[in-house]
């Protein structure tokens, strides 16, 4: 495939969509079941636009391991490669991700798979910012954020964070500034974790 940014990698963090497990704060307001069908449903969005795109290769990194059914199926459906997530917490696992293929690539983007805000003109453009800063990123609402590419891994901007804080997003620029990295943030984006989230994807989809 002959892809227009082949230096770079998209990384997809995705948890195998095991009921009462992802997305617990929609419950009980959703069944388990129905928690999890959400997921699904997002995952899939996500991957099925870095897929299309044709921007660069497309990875899907699983936790807890890439068995589940649900990860194979991603392989029939979209091109892409699994891999396992390691570490001991999400800071660990990120970490490792994006280090492991920087030996690869020259610049990376690592998202999650619940963001429904982040449309592929995202995606392109945090790629051609990384050319002139050394970390983009994708703040979200709550605090935290959706997305971060990096041409060089430095571990001090993923270790010992609260990633369920509302500060994360402060920490982490703070840890940029003093580990003198250049940074950009692209447009202010935002997930799925609660029903009024929930509620607001469901009403941009019925407008589509």
Sequence with gaps: MIY???????????KAPI??????RLMPDLSAEQARDVHIELSQRILKIVSQ?????????????????FFQTCTDDYPLSLHTQKGNDLGARMHHAISHELQSYSKVLLVGCDCPSLTIDDFDFAINKLNTNDVVIAPAEDGGYVMIGMKQANPTL?????????HVLD????????????????????????IDDL??????????
């Design 171 to 194: 920490t982490t620029r703070q840890r940029a500034k003093k580990a003198n990295l250049n940074w950009f943030e692209i447009q202010e984006q935002w997930d799925v974790d609660v």
């Design 53 to 69: 795109s044709n921007y660069c290769p497309v990875q899907l990194w699983c936790s807890p391991d890439i068995t589940d059914a």
């Design 158 to 166: 993923f270790r010992n964070i609260t990633w369920s804080d509302e």
């Design 19 to 24: 009921a009462g497990q992802v997305k617990t």
């Design 199 to 208: 509620n607001r994807y469901q009403k941009i989809r019925a407008e589509m």
């Design 4 to 14: 227009k940014y082949p230096d770079t990698a998209i990384l997809v963090f995705c």
